[in-house]
């Protein structure tokens, strides 16, 4: 059944686990669809609307600044329900890239976009509304299966060196990408866990969605093992933490939907909360990654935002 009397926002929703969510979350409302490919969203928006449901699509390139404030423009401009935001995009690029703002890339779009989006948008978010954050175990140098695929967990020194592609060395990650990557998955469950703290009239919640083989996340990957991962994707299914997109869809969307008043909790890919690294679950290691993404977010001109 749709209802129109809640709409929800989500990031990269027209692949993998956001695409999936979408078509899930379309069943409890009206779905704003953000994305950086406009005729990948009407794709998406065409579907749901085929359905029966309603959807609206808002332009965004998640790693560039500007256009995520031009975006949350954009998003508030709609007077919607807004019920819940789903930080979803991501990207595990495999070489390093810079962003609109000669960030680098993952941490850009991972991390910093999606930080200015919810901030942007929090004011005009309701009492209760929920805001999710789609995570990465690989964060915590604890998590077994992560050390076995290579990541050596995040290698954070500040955000400023984050953005300058700087990672804590030695002992970081001899994968490319990896260090990048876990880094930049660990600012946005820091900052689920600091928000719960700063703005308890709203929900914040953080997922590991497990790891889904049937995903684009790994599209930089050497075609080889690419074409590997999909065709064992339903074998690997039946191993701990393997998933795939429509059953992490309905976690997510469990989660953002909940009528419970919890905030800040950490889930894992069955909906039961989990722990991450010892470092995120500190409080003044979150309120740093906070004050140090804001005030690097601070250097992008206010006025740059105008179409
Ligand atoms: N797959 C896994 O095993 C796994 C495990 C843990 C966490 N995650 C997290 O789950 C989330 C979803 O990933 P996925 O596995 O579903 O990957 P995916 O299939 O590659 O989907 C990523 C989505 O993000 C969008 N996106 C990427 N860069 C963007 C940008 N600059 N601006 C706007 N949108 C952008 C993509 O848009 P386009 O369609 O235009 O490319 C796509 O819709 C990510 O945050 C990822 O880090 C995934």
Do not use: C
Request: glycine residues 10%; aromatic residues 6%.
């Amino acid at each position: 059944m749709t209802s129109n009397s809640k709409a929800w926002i989500i990031t990269g929703p027209t692949s993998g686990i956001g695409y999936r969510t979408a078509l899930e979350l379309a069943h409890h409302g009206t779905v704003v669809l953000v994305g950086r490919s406009p005729k990948k969203l009407d794709g998406v928006r065409n579907e749901i609307e085929s359905t029966g449901g309603h959807a609206a699509t808002v332009v965004a390139d998640l790693g560039d600044i500007t256009s995520v404030r031009r975006a949350a423009d954009e998003i508030t401009a709609l007077h919607l329900p807004i019920a819940g935001l789903l930080n979803n995009a991501g990207i595990f690029p495999s070489r390093p890239r810079k962003s609109a703002q000669g960030w680098d890339i993952a941490f850009a779009t991972n991390h910093l976009g999606p930080f200015a989006l919810t901030e942007a948008l929090i004011p005009n978010l309701p009492d209760g509304a929920h805001v999710v954050f789609i995570v990465s175990a690989v964060e915590d140098p604890d998590r077994r299966i992560a050390v076995q695929a290579g990541f050596r967990g995040s290698r954070y020194i500040s955000a400023e060196a984050s953005a300058a592609g700087e990672w804590l060395t030695p002992g970081g990650s001899a994968i490319p990408g990896m260090d990048a990557y876990a880094t930049s998955k660990q600012g946005p469950l820091a900052t689920a866990l600091a928000f719960s703290r700063e703005y308890p009239r709203l929900r914040f919640s953080a997922i590991e969605p497990g790891v889904n083989p049937g995903s684009n996340l790994g599209r930089d990957m050497n075609i080889v093992l690419r074409g590997l991962g999909m065709l064992m994707a339903p074998v690997l299914q039946l191993m701990p933490h393997y998933t795939t997109p429509k059953k992490a869809a309905k976690v997510i969307v469990r989660i953002l939907t909940s009528q419970t008043p919890q905030t800040g909790t950490y889930f894992d890919e069955d909906g039961n909360p989990m722990r991450g690294s010892a470092q995120v679950h500190d409080p003044a290691f979150q309120d740093r990654v906070v004050a140090e993404t804001r005030a690097l977010l601070s250097t992008v001109p206010a006025s740059n935002s105008a179409r």
